[in-house]
């Protein structure tokens, strides 16, 4: 009894240890990244008394090499003009101290090369929100997760205003959720593969397609069979998105998207509307995979209307050039369009919907 006494009071200790040498590390980083900020705004303050950039190269580079004899590798050169750069993005104190309760240095130094403020906000609150390590963070914008997004292809203002709601009230528009295309290299499919197979893989493969489709996502159902009019129709993946309070149908299509898609995912969404949702929850969201699709079928069809999203899959991913072409090229197509449909309804006078 003895023994087993001890081992329990030496976990609990254990346990208060590890809690607060966490809390220590959490308290000595967010101070560090607050020093970090001073030091560079007293340095780009110092730059920016005199105009010659040849001065301003040498007082970094003197500073850092004396910083670095006295206190170590964390003052060398490259990461003192990180703290410069740090400080020439944030300018507001008050900003920083927010930022620094809720990301780690090296999150900072993740975001500081992404010169866009409205992406770098995006990725700033997503992190915050999806509690991201910095790993994560990284193959996040590393995988350009913004220009996947639906929001990205929004007016700045609307992704702004969604922003600011996600941060101040934690209200999550689903067009931070969803995106296009989807990356599913990890599932390792060939070039011939049937549904079925990506079915299968997806399930093998289940943590690693949550963490893809985002960490609120909480797996349900694979062929969930649901029965209208005595017939049998089967839902390939179910989920539940927890902070979006929905359930979630993923239907898994070969080939192009097709118009006939449209209708079998409203049937799935009205039953489960009906049937399955339950009080507090919003309506279901249908979200269509398909390995190509035509964009004007979708602005036809009026899916957003719908609850239903289509978006591509990869099970190959293209070099990295490539990508980036394509997804801001689709970005571009997005917004010039937009603006296309505000200009024509402001100069009809029709409502946009």
């Known amino acids: 009894m003895g023994k087993i006494i001890n081992t329990a009071l030496f976990n609990t200790v254990k346990d208060l240890i590890l809690a607060s040498r966490q809390h220590v590390a959490i308290s000595v980083n967010a101070e560090m990244s607050m020093l970090y900020w001073k030091i560079g705004k007293v340095i780009r303050q110092e730059i920016l008394k005199d ?60 975001i500081l090369p992404i010169s866009d403020p409205i992406k770098r906000e995006f990725y700033i609150q997503m992190c915050i929100h999806e509690k991201w390590s910095v790993r994560t963070f990284r193959e996040r914008i590393q995988s350009m997760l913004y220009e996947r997004t639906a929001i990205s292809k929004k007016p700045e203002d609307v992704i702004i205003s969604d922003l600011q709601l996600l941060k101040s009230e934690q209200k999550l528009n689903p ?102 949702k339950i009080e507090g929850e919003n309506d279901p969201i249908g979200l269509i995979l398909c390995s190509g699709k035509s964009s004007e079928h979708i602005e036809l069809m009026q899916l957003g209307q719908s609850n239903i999203r289509v978006a591509d899959y990869l099970t190959a991913l293209p070099s990295q050039q490539v990508l980036q072409e394509k997804l801001h090229k689709a970005v571009e ?4 369009k937009m603006e296309q449909r505000d200009f024509t309804y402001t100069k009809t006078g029709l409502p946009k919907d």
């Open 175 to 276: 067009d931070l959720v969803f995106k296009d295309p989807y990356f599913l290299d990890f599932l390792g499919l060939k070039d011939a593969y049937s549904e079925k197979d990506l079915e299968a893989s997806i399930i093998v493969e289940l943590q690693r397609f949550i963490i893809e489709m985002g960490t609120d996502f909480a797996f349900m159902a694979r062929q969930k069979r649901i029965t209208i009019d005595h017939r049998d129709y089967f839902i390939d993946l179910l989920f539940y998105h927890r902070r979006l309070k929905c359930l979630v149908v993923v239907d898994l299509k070969m080939g192009e998207f097709e118009a006939g898609f449209k209708g079998q995912m409203e049937l799935y969404l009205r039953f489960l509307e009906k049937y399955e």
């Open 333 to 336: 197509i997005a917004r010039h």
């Open 51 to 110: 105009e010659r950039a040849e001065y301003g190269k040498q007082i970094v580079s003197t500073l850092s090499r004396q910083l670095e004899v006295e206190y170590g590798k964390s003052f060398s050169e490259k990461n003192v003009r990180r703290m410069i750069q740090f400080a020439e993005i944030f300018t507001d104190e008050q900003i920083v101290v927010s930022l620094k309760r809720q990301l780690s240095w090296a999150h900072i130094l993740a």
